[in-house]
């Protein structure tokens, strides 16, 4: 599911994700971020990711938006990226510690 709102910029991506189509699904919300930097002075968007599962194809897709908003953070934004996930699933954990080492970025962890 994809949310979004922008009187609060809070974002948040949730659920099982493995869709046929990643790009139908998630170029979207890359475009989304883009004109929202391009067309909006910097200010704060905080970012939620909560997965129950999440496939290969989709976690390229999730790197993308991880980029498009870290850009955002070069430009003057205050990003805030919190990964969310089961307090039980350790592989979610573990998959927001790879994106932390090889995207050179900072996730504010939040077991529920």
């Known amino acids: 599911m ?8 809070c974002c948040e991506i949730r659920g099982r994700s ?6 139908r699904i998630y170029n979207p919300v ?13 200010r704060g968007i905080d970012f939620n990711f909560h ?8 976690t390229l ?7 498009e908003l870290k ?3 070069e430009k003057g934004f205050d990003v805030k990226l919190i990964w969310n996930y089961d307090k039980d699933d350790e592989d979610i954990k573990e ?9 050179g970025i900072s996730l504010t962890y939040n077991a529920i």
């Open 18 to 23: 493995y869709p046929e189509d990643c790009t």
């Open 71 to 73: 850009t955002c953070g």
């Open 95 to 103: 998959l927001g510690s790879k994106f932390e080492d090889s995207l």
């Open 61 to 67: 897709s999730i790197i993308k938006i991880i980029q």
């Open 30 to 42: 890359i475009e989304w971020i883009k004109a929202y930097s391009q067309n909006s002075s910097p």
């Open 2 to 9: 994809w949310q979004k709102s922008i009187v609060r910029s």
């Open 51 to 58: 997965f129950q599962y999440i496939s290969s194809s989709s």
